[in-house]
């Protein structure tokens, strides 16, 4: 085998990490023992998937970032798009991903009150209301970079967050 077909095969084995954010409205108010019920099953399941991550919800809205095996991704973000508990209004595919930004997180639940320490709550809950109000600007270019540049800032910020 030559160099060449050695080095697509070895591509070919390995499995593309990727991240996926996506923003949604809840169909139904949630309390916090509620959001601690879905975060711990979700640590579980994730955990199995090798998917890490966290869950953000403030005033009716989530955002939810996922980093794992492509495969895996994407078959939880479909489960994910059938729950009748929200409505996804945004959501974005990463370029394959270097490294794990969260390996650390089968699924954290991002405290508001945590996020005030690390000066991050105005920034997401800013984020959410641009979100709300203006839908289709989320799907320009632009909008991507600010998603991007949101998630590192808590990828970050994350050993304060733990």
Do not use: C
């Not at 060449?4 to 390995?14: A, G, P, S, T």
């Not at 990490?17 to 509620?34: H, L, M, T, W």
């Not at 059938?82 to 089968?106: C, E, G, K, Q």
């Amino acid at each position: 085998m030559s160099k060449r077909q050695n080095q697509r095969q070895k591509d070919v084995d390995i499995d593309v990490r990727r991240g996926v954010v996506y923003i949604s409205e809840a169909k139904q108010k949630f309390s916090f023992s509620q959001l601690k019920e879905l975060t711990d099953l979700a640590t579980v399941q994730n955990a199995k998937l090798g998917i890490t991550g966290f869950l953000y919800y403030d005033h009716g809205r989530f955002l939810q970032y996922l980093e794992g095996p492509e495969q895996q991704l994407m078959d939880l973000l479909r489960k994910i798009r059938i729950d009748d508990r929200h409505n996804i209004i945004y959501t974005r595919v990463s370029i394959p991903l270097p490294f794990a930004r969260f390996s650390d997180w089968s699924m954290q639940y991002l405290d508001p009150a945590a996020l005030v320490r690390v000066n991050l709550k105005s920034v997401l809950i800013d984020y959410l209301s641009f979100a709300q109000t203006n839908i289709q600007i989320l799907f320009q270019a632009e909008s991507d970079e600010q998603v991007w540049n949101l998630i590192d800032k808590i990828a970050q910020a994350q050993a304060v967050l733990n």
